[in-house]
């Protein structure tokens, strides 16, 4: 039986984003072994029957010791693995991953790209001398020679494969994580007064303030509609709001907030127009979701978000950074209520088409089968 090991720094992450695809593996007769984080949610991927590995893989430390200690803790669980295969997802899994996959001589690789990180945005010297550290450790972690990159948009492959961090041959498009189409319904919209909804991580970089401002003017203008702030501050990014950010949105009366969603498709249910103001992405499930759902969206023209709509088609796209021009199309959704059931409709068509989980987990079996179908 050959084996596979998930990488995720995050175990909420790994069961949000990637355990229907390691039920399919398991159904597929592979022997799948998990690492990541300990936890209440390592707690229930072992519940789920997996073979579990914890590993205390930092999101945003910085000490260069804790690093190296933590590529080693990588090799060391891949020499005692012994998996056939590592499927790295998330920025350090695959960077350190990638860099002990080939130090342990590991027969195949897939790394998930869902998004390059704040590096790629940040400016100034200090961002450039990281992020050509951050260039140097991708050339080597992708440099394993039976190897996939799966990236979820085109701006993340070509700007990897343009810095000669990638060779293009080993990149591959996978349209986002899928969705559940079984759970995520399309539902009419509920009676009464329109809500605009936001659902991610509250980080500056997902666009929060951005969709405050926008509420505060829509408000201004007299606008008849409640909007909804749903997430948790997630306090190992640098990018995150704080406890006194989320009180002062609150105390400003124009958004409510509540706190992490367990059920995203009865929140989904529950409003008319979902936006994310976010400022880079890989391919946002929360957009693919909300089309499951038959939900119009309003979104950034950045690289992740426009791919995971058909632009005014299924959802509207604004520039980013503008809350003015993000206010504008919540109010044009707002009052024309035909149209965004509209582009919820072609949303849900586009959702059956693109984005079902089972359609998305095969396409990774097929690269799972590949790589491992290939002489030693």
Not at 332 to 348: F, I, K, Y
Request: glycine share 8%; proline share 5%; charged share 20%.
């Amino acid at each position: 039986m050959q084996r596979i090991l998930f990488v995720v720094n995050d175990p909420a992450f790994f069961l949000s984003h990637r355990l229907p695809l390691a039920i399919a593996a398991r159904k597929q007769g592979y022997d799948v072994h998990i690492a990541t984080a300990a936890g209440a949610a390592a707690d229930r991927i072992i519940a789920q029957g997996f073979k579990f590995h914890p590993l205390p893989l930092s999101r945003s430390g910085q000490k260069p010791y804790q690093e190296l200690l933590s590529l080693l803790q990588l090799y060391r669980l891949f020499k005692q693995v012994n998996p056939d295969l590592v499927h790295l997802v998330t920025i350090k899994p695959v960077l350190y991953g990638g860099i002990a996959a080939r130090l342990a001589h590991i027969q195949a690789v897939v790394a998930a790209v869902s998004g390059l990180g704040s590096v790629f945005l940040a400016s100034g010297i200090k961002a450039r001398i990281v992020k050509a550290v951050v260039t140097a450790f991708y050339r080597f972690a992708l440099g394993h020679k039976n190897l996939r990159v799966i990236f979820q948009n085109a701006d993340d492959r070509n700007l990897l494969v343009d810095m000669n961090v990638l060779q293009v041959n080993k990149a591959v498009m996978i349209r986002g994580s899928g969705a559940d189409l079984s759970t995520c319904r399309y539902v009419p919209e509920p009676e009464g007064v329109p809500v605009v909804a936001m659902a991610s991580r509250l980080l500056k970089d997902k666009g929060v303030w951005e969709f405050v401002a926008a509420a505060e003017e829509a408000h201004a203008r007299g606008i008849q509609a409640r909007f909804v702030l749903a997430g948790d501050i997630d306090p190992g990014n640098p990018t995150s709001l704080t406890a006194t950010d989320i009180e002062s949105i609150k105390q400003g009366g124009c958004v409510e907030v509540g706190g992490y969603c367990q059920d995203i498709a009865s929140f989904f249910a529950s409003a008319h127009v979902i936006v994310l103001p976010s400022y880079r992405e890989g391919l946002p499930k929360v957009l693919v979701e909300a089309a499951a759902c038959g939900r119009a969206v309003v979104t950034t023209d950045v690289p992740g978000c426009r791919d995971a709509i058909d632009p005014d088609k299924t959802g509207v796209l604004v520039p980013v950074y503008d809350s003015h021009a993000l206010a504008n199309a919540i109010v044009c959704l707002v009052e024309q209520p035909e149209l965004r059931r509209a582009l919820g409709a072609a949303g849900r068509v586009l959702a059956e088409n693109e984005f079902g989980i089972e359609r998305i987990a095969q396409k990774h079996l097929d690269i799972y089968q590949e790589l491992l179908q290939r002489p030693v």
